[in-house]
């Protein structure tokens, strides 16, 4: 399996695979790969000739950054995982951030119609458009026919697409289902800092979207909201961060059901200093 860290390198390894029209995979990671990442992996591979899995913490998108130092760096690993797929159709783009950003480590600015500024972007200053900088980037380098991303971040897929759109670039955005631990959880490269406690009291999160999910059935979304909020507020390991019911498409959360409309559940909970994210579709 060949690993590159440059990215004039890479790009003149995949020239030899356009030149046969072969399909290029692209599972854009910031490393600490779990069966989740796997899974896309898998789904790319199921799809085109050739998938690039890039591994890249990307600095731009941390307003935090206790959080960025903290982030799981565990490219060996990641790479023999990788290999362990025995699939010799996989390349690796591993670049430092001088290869990314040259001697500028800044993100571009973005609107992507107002869907950056609802909930990940309401408590994340400037998340977003680190997020479209670095993709957008990585876009220009591989030049992937399809790009696959997990609907556990699924207003970053949806940003992701609104990116896609506006500067007209050549990709279909597929997005994959939400891999899970057998407890629920959703697996998170973040979910190797929990204490064994916060480990413990951390499938709390999903058995709770699931409850959510029922009850918006015959209750409006302000009624689930407020329920939600009481149930946290008797965990002591978790701190809700927020709990929000949002129209799928414009992200804006709910005043009032419509049966036209599609709805999903976004939760961001504190497990001590790590913070989880989850959602789940309601209709």
């Known amino acids: 399996m060949k690993v590159f860290h440059n990215k004039s390198e890479l790009s003149q390894h995949l020239e030899a695979f356009k030149a046969t029209s072969s399909t290029i995979g692209f599972v854009p990671t910031m490393g600490a790969l779990h069966k989740g990442h796997l899974s896309l992996v898998e789904k790319a591979l199921s799809e ?47 670049p430092a951030v001088e290869d990314i950003y040259g001697g500028n480590v800044q993100s571009q600015s973005f609107e992507f119609g107002g869907l950056e500024n609802e909930m990940e972007g309401a408590f994340r200053d400037g998340h977003f458009d680190g997020v479209g900088t670095i993709v957008k980037r990585l876009f220009e380098i591989v030049k992937p026919n399809n790009a696959y991303f997990g609907e556990k971040d699924y207003q970053q897929l949806q940003i992701i697409n609104k990116l896609v759109e506006l500067y007209q670039i050549p ?10 631990e057998k407890d629920g959880l959703a697996m998170s490269s973040r ?28 209750k409006s979304a302000e009624k689930v909201t407020e329920w939600v909020k009481t149930q946290f507020s008797k965990q002591p390991l ?16 709910v005043k009032r059901k419509s049966t036209k409309k599609t709805y999903r559940a976004f939760i961001a909970v504190y497990a001590g200093d790590t913070r989880l994210i989850d959602n789940i579709a309601l209709n």
Do not use: M, W
């Open 191 to 218: 979910n190797t800092r929990l204490t064994e406690q916060h480990r413990k009291a951390a499938p709390f999160i999903f058995k709770t979207l699931k409850s959510a999910k029922t009850k918006f059935g015959t």
């Open 238 to 253: 978790l701190e809700l961060e927020y709990f929000i019911i949002a129209d799928t498409e414009t992200l804006k959360p």
């Open 48 to 94: 085109n000739d050739i998938v690039v899995v890039s591994i890249f913490v990307n600095p731009t998108q941390f307003d935090n950054k206790d959080d960025l130092e903290k982030y799981p760096r565990t490219l060996k690993a990641d790479v023999g995982l990788l290999k362990h797929t025995g699939n010799n159709k996989v390349i690796v783009y591993a």
């Open 171 to 180: 990709v279909e955005v597929i997005g994959c289902p939400i891999h899970r």
